[in-house]
């Protein structure tokens, strides 16, 4: 079992939701946390949470998709912790829109922030681990990474994106002694919802539809359960009872996935219009 007192653990996207959860969960393991986010004023508010808990951490604002941010950043992490013994990309962003009217810029926002975002990081901050010969990253990305719903086209070839650098980091890196681990998520309760880019859609029936009606988890127990994976070094991680069976049904037959959920959430979205 992992040991995480005193280790210095970096998260991006810290300021909120599952981030600040994820935060909380390794301060009151003992660990040193470093969260990073680029909304300063909430990022305030989460170290102000650590101090509370009598945790030592240090923020560091940043958007993960500019390169000379991040390397600044990784730079002042080195000179003040020697750091992180663990990375958390956690930062993510999302839009319901359908391929044709996705813009450009819609597609650089999303690469930057979900794919961009955890290549600037883990180039900056591996160098590190593999000198020291240990570390462990946490790469979340989505139950969008595995299985494909309308209007996520952008989305998901980010977040499938990062579970192809996942899986190909766990094997280059294991005979270096650092750990990787993916996580997919399906819905958790997060503050997601108030940024999320619509067009095309009707907005609120599309947040009422995904977020009211389907069950979600907790923030505070998918960190717990990320923070045991991290523990016990586990390689994968699936959130939520309903994502594990989308999950599953796809893995069985992409075929069968299509018919039992693809059809019928083309006509579930058509309403949503």
Known sequence: MYDLRGKS?????????MGRALALAFAREGAVVLPADVDEPALGETS??????????????????????????????????GGPDV?????????????????????????????WGPILTIKAFLPGMMERKS????????????????????????KFGLVGLTETLQHELGPHG??????CPGNIRTPMADHI??????????????????????ADKAAAIILRAVKKRRSLVILTPSAHFMYLVKRLSPDLYRVMLGKPMLKIYERMR
């Open 87 to 115: 990375l958390v990309n956690n930062a993510g962003v999302f839009v319901w829109e359908d391929f044709v009217d996705t813009t450009l810029a819609d597609w650089e926002w999303l690469m930057g922030v979900n794919l």
């Open 9 to 17: 653990v970096l998260i991006t996207g810290a300021a909120s939701g």
């Open 197 to 218: 880019k619509v067009r095309g859609y009707d907005r609120e029936k599309l947040i009422r539809m995904s977020y009211g009606v389907m069950p979600r988890m907790a």
């Open 48 to 81: 102000g949470l650590l101090e509370d808990l009598g945790v030592r951490n240090r923020p560091y604002a940043v958007d993960v998709s500019d390169r000379e941010q991040v390397f600044a950043v990784a730079a002042k992490v080195r000179e003040e912790f």
């Open 178 to 183: 650092i750990s990787v681990t993916l996580v």
């Open 135 to 158: 570390g462990h990253i946490v790469n979340i990305a989505s139950l969008g990474g595995l299985v494909t719903m309308p209007t996520l086209s952008a989305y998901s070839a980010t």
